[in-house]
């Protein structure tokens, strides 16, 4: 038996087929994975995101040991509730793991791990404190649920209310407290919504009301198909200790400006960078018949140049898409490997879905 969330019986009670995720048990989907997919692009759907880790850095310190600890730049978010997106890298320049982190205030700071990399980034996060005035909390306290959606916001701003009402104003990637809850304008599906932390108890409520307001209760499996379709990179799949951001198509989420900072890992993505980065993230779709997926050949001429990282059918595309690491030089058409059978493919630029919008041809 896995690690479970505050919604685990709730989501029995509405008949999921769970998974193991990470070493939690975790619903896959609610019957179908198609339908959840297609709720969430056309009007709203929730997932329970609990697996996840609100940690709260707080101290007099905190401001500096994140400029060390992550790789961008937390000196940027100048207003409160405002957040960013960024690696935590060994001093190799891999990463340990994406995360968000929230500026509160000056010696307030909130991040959210990942699931299955919670405990190696909790203790990763503790031992390099040392020498900076930071507190450490882990908000175990906290159950997490992401409402995604073009109606998302106003489904749940209903059945939120006053809360829900003053949350309609939050700019895209700021969160802020109202009154016991902590609502975030983020997600991981490339639509509109929010992500709710709210304590563990009143959880199964919330859920249970979302879902008669018309929010559709959605599994991993429509979760991966979104995550996909809008090019987000998944921990473990796309990107893990032996590959930087810079080769993880991350290059965004550093900050190398100023160059004083000396954040964990900026040596050897420097090195990287002066001697030339050889491999790079890259959109695939495929022509031909099959479903891409992990760790398929992509060949040029039979000959390989990489990788299929994460592969999957897109409900929105009606067509196999999937994200591959492969060489720097690599041409617009390729082939992968299916099971022994070359399928012509090409590489195209992602994401491939953002807000409905399919943005490849």
Not at 12 to 19: C, P, Q
Not at 20 to 46: C, K, N, T
Not at 214 to 230: I, K, M, Q, S, Y
Request: charged fraction near 20%; charge should be negative.
């Amino acid at each position: 038996m896995g690690s479970r969330t505050p919604l685990y019986d709730t989501h029995l009670a509405a008949g999921a087929r769970t998974v193991d995720f990470g070493g939690w048990d975790m619903p896959l989907h609610y019957g179908s994975q198609i339908e959840e997919h297609h709720a969430v692009r056309r009007d709203a759907g929730m997932f329970d995101v609990s697996h996840m880790l609100a940690v709260d850095l707080q101290g007099a310190g905190v401001r500096d040991y994140l400029r060390r600890a992550l790789a961008n730049d937390v000196a940027r978010l100048q207003t409160p509730g405002k957040a960013l997106y960024s690696c935590m890298l060994n001093e190799s320049g891999g990463v340990l793991d994406d995360l968000i982190a929230y500026y509160l205030s000056d010696a307030w700071y909130r991040v959210v791990l990942n699931a299955g990399t919670r405990a190696k980034d909790l203790a990763w996060l503790e031992r390099h404190a040392a020498g900076f005035e930071v507190e450490i909390r882990p908000r175990t306290d906290l159950a997490i649920i992401a409402v995604q959606g073009p109606n998302a916001r106003a489904k749940a701003a209903a059945v939120l209310g006053a809360p829900g009402t003053r949350a309609l104003e939050l700019d895209p990637f700021v969160g802020r407290e109202f009154d016991d809850l902590f609502i975030s304008r983020t997600g991981y599906t490339g639509e509109d919504g929010w992500e709710i932390m709210l304590p563990a108890a009143q959880a199964p409520g919330l859920w249970q009301a979302l879902a008669a307001a018309g929010v559709t209760p959605c599994g991993l499996g429509a979760r991966d198909t979104l995550r996909l379709e809008a090019g987000f990179s998944l921990y473990g799949s796309d990107m893990d200790e032996q590959v930087t951001p810079l080769e993880a198509g991350l290059g965004w989420t550093v900050a190398f400006e100023p160059a004083e900072r000396a954040f964990i890992g900026r040596e050897a993505l420097e090195a990287q960078r002066r001697a030339g980065v050889t491999r790079k993230t890259v959109g695939l779709l495929l022509d031909g018949r099959g479903v891409l997926r992990s760790h398929q050949s992509v060949m040029v001429s039979g000959t390989p140049v990489g990788e299929v990282t994460s592969g999957t059918f897109s409900p929105t595309l009606q067509r196999s898409i999937g994200l591959a690491r492969v060489a720097i030089d690599v041409p617009e058409r390729v082939e992968v490997d299916l099971r022994g059978r070359p399928v012509a493919a090409r590489i195209v630029k992602y994401p491939f879905v953002r807000h409905g919008q399919v943005l490849v041809g």
